[in-house]
Nanobody
Framework: QVQLVESGGGLVQAGGSLRLSCAASGRTFSSYAMGWFRQAPGKEREFVAA????????YYADSVKGRFTISRDNTKNTVSLQMNSLRPEDTAVYYCAANVYSTLSAAYRDYGYWGQGTQVTVSS
């Protein structure tokens, strides 16, 4: 099992940047592919980005491609999401998640462990 805690959210103006971090506990962090999802008020949770166990491959939602970068450090048990050129429509609670199937996936059902989320608000 793995426990996940996100940090780094906040309020930023449109065009600005934020870096989210997710700290994982447990000795098996490197055995999980990891992902970031987000959920805006009144909307379903949606996929943002994913990264393989080694960090060698990444996958992004079209809405964030070219603006967001996912990375991980298996020596520190962390996964990060660098968010640039933020837009008001990026406003949401952002969650990191561990993929129980250890694959690159955008499917919510493939992720069995979730953090509590961190709020990102982008003002126009």
């Amino acid at each position: 099992q793995v426990q996940l805690v996100e940090s780094g959210g906040g309020l930023v103006q449109a065009g600005g940047s934020l870096r989210l971090s997710c700290a994982a506990s447990g000795r098996t962090f490197s055995s999980y592919a990891m992902g970031w999802f987000r959920q805006a008020p009144g909307k379903e949770r949606e996929f943002v980005a994913a990264i393989t166990r080694s960090g060698g491959y990444t996958y992004y939602a079209d809405s964030v491609k070219g603006r967001f970068t996912i990375s991980r450090d298996n020596t520190k048990n962390t996964v990060s999401l660098q968010m640039n050129s933020l837009r008001p429509e990026d406003t949401a609670v952002y969650y990191c998640a561990a993929n129980v199937y250890s694959t690159l996936s955008a499917a919510y059902r493939d992720y069995g462990y979730w953090g509590q989320g961190t709020q990102v608000t982008v003002s126009s």
